[in-house]
């Protein structure tokens, strides 16, 4: 029997933005192998590189170069267009500050994603998706009608929806209180893990990245360590 392919294959990675006098080496060459079910907590010192390594993971932004392969698609070729379309479905995303479109409610947030992606049922998967986030009450909420922990269950909802195998969490307690930030944790690792999606979270929270069953530790865009747990 053959093992597994990876889900996330990156080899000798690199990004570099801006140039000449203004060109800033971000990630300088980065091998990483992530399995289908892992929970991998990315940390490291501001300005490290971790938003920069999850914006590539996602399909954000594209390698400068090295060899990426993401959920079975070639994410170091691929055009801004291409890599948008790799996406969907794909990845999920789930950031600090939200990102909600204000004049959306909860459910049309969640639910527009997947009808550009040509779900047919969008409307009812956005509804269950967001009963499962505890957010049934609130569907017709705009999310400036939404607290901040809530605007981050309709984010979660959004990012899972879909069924992606990779969900992406760039700091997702970051702008909350600690209890508000331990609560959408929780929901956070339990969706994740019902929807079968494999999470990759940054954070600065040494708690929360014990939660997970690796921790990468990432400094001046290099894999310092990778502890599996
Ligand atoms: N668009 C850009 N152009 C030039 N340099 C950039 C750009 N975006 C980020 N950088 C630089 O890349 C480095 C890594 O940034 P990144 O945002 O990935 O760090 P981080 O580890 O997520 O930090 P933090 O913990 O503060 O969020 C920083 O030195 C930053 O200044
Ligand atoms: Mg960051």
Same mark, same amino acid.
């Given at each position: 029997?053959t093992?597994p392919?990876?889900?996330i294959s990156a080899r000798?990675l690199?990004l570099?933005l801006?140039?000449?006098a203004?060109r800033v080496?971000i990630?300088?060459?980065l091998?990483l192998?992530?399995?289908?079910?892992?929970t991998?907590?990315?940390?490291?010192s501001?300005g490290?590189?971790?938003?920069?390594?999850?914006?590539?993971l996602s399909?954000?932004? %594209?390698?400068?170069?090295?060899?990426?392969?993401?959920?079975?698609?070639? !994410?170091?070729?691929l055009?801004e267009d291409?890599?948008?379309?790799?996406? %969907?479905?794909?990845?999920?995303?789930?950031?600090?500050?939200?990102?909600?479109?204000?004049?959306?409610?909860?459910?049309e947030n969640v639910a527009?994603p997947?009808e550009?992606?040509g779900m047919?049922?969008a409307?009812? %998967?956005?509804?269950?998706?967001?009963?499962?986030?505890?957010?049934?009450?609130?569907?017709?909420?705009?999310?400036g009608?939404?607290?901040?922990?809530?605007?981050?269950?309709v984010?979660?909802a959004?990012?899972?929806?879909?069924r992606p195998?990779l969900?992406f969490a760039d700091?997702p307690?970051?702008?909350?209180?600690a209890?508000?930030?331990a609560?959408?944790?929780d929901?956070? !690792?339990?969706?994740?893990?019902?929807a079968?999606?494999?999470?990759?979270m940054?954070?600065h929270d040494?708690?929360?990245?014990?939660r997970?069953g690796?921790?990468?530790?990432l400094?001046?865009?290099r894999?310092?360590?990778?502890?599996? %747990?």
């Open positions: 029997m093992s392919a990876p889900l000798a690199t570099s801006g140039r000449d203004a080496d990630l300088k060459g091998d192998d992530v399995m289908a079910g892992e991998v907590a990315l940390l490291g501001s490290s590189g971790k938003s920069s390594l999850l914006a590539v399909g954000l932004e %594209r390698a400068s170069g090295g060899v990426l392969f993401v959920a079975g698609a070639d !994410f170091a070729t055009e291409g890599l948008a379309t790799a996406r %969907r479905g794909r990845i999920g995303i789930v950031l600090q500050a939200f990102h909600l479109l204000p004049t959306m409610t909860a459910r527009t997947m550009l992606a047919t049922d409307m009812s %998967r956005a509804e269950a998706e967001l009963a499962a986030v505890g957010l049934a009450h609130r569907l017709d909420h705009y999310p009608q939404l607290s901040g922990g809530e605007q981050q269950r984010a979660i959004r990012a899972l929806a879909p195998a969900l700091e307690t970051g702008n909350l209180d209890a508000t930030g609560a959408v944790a929901l956070l !690792f339990d969706r994740a893990r019902q079968g999606a494999t999470l990759l940054v954070t040494e708690a929360l990245a014990q997970c690796r921790i990468l530790r400094a001046d865009g894999i310092a360590s990778d502890e599996t %747990r």
